[in-house]
């Protein structure tokens, strides 16, 4: 059973900063994958940034220069930093991390609010 717990969301002004981390237990296997994904309200969920493992890392345009994603493997955990937050930044963001053992897997953390106010 693998479980990949988040933290670090909350409510920021505008301008902000903010440092979601998501780490993984369990019987995880070889990591592929490390990823965020947010979703407002209302609307679909969508992929923030992307890092594969041997490569380099990968974000939306929305997010460029404000997000940095970043990745401790030995610790099987993925952090977000997220700075000069902007209002439309609020969301739940969630982790996704695909592990291979047995077959490639894909597990998702549980989801954790950001809120950034003007």
């Known amino acids: 059973q693998v479980q990949l717990v988040e933290s670090g969301g909350g409510l920021v002004q505008a301008g902000g900063s903010l440092r979601l981390t998501c780490a993984a237990s369990g019987s995880i296997g070889t990591s592929i994958t490390m990823a965020w994904y947010r979703q407002p309200p209302g609307k679909q969920r969508d992929l923030v940034a992307l890092?594969?493992?041997?490569?380099?890392?990968n974000d939306a345009d929305s997010v460029t220069g404000r997000f940095t994603i970043s990745r401790d493997n030995a610790k099987n955990t993925v952090y977000l930093q997220m700075d000069s937050l902007k209002p439309e930044d609020s969301a739940v963001y969630y982790c996704?991390?695909?592990?291979?053992?047995?077959?490639?897997?894909?597990?998702w953390g549980q989801g954790t609010q950001v809120t950034v106010s003007s």
């Open positions: 996704n991390m695909e592990f291979v053992r047995f077959g490639k897997h894909a597990y």
């Open positions: 890092m594969i493992s041997g490569a380099s890392a």
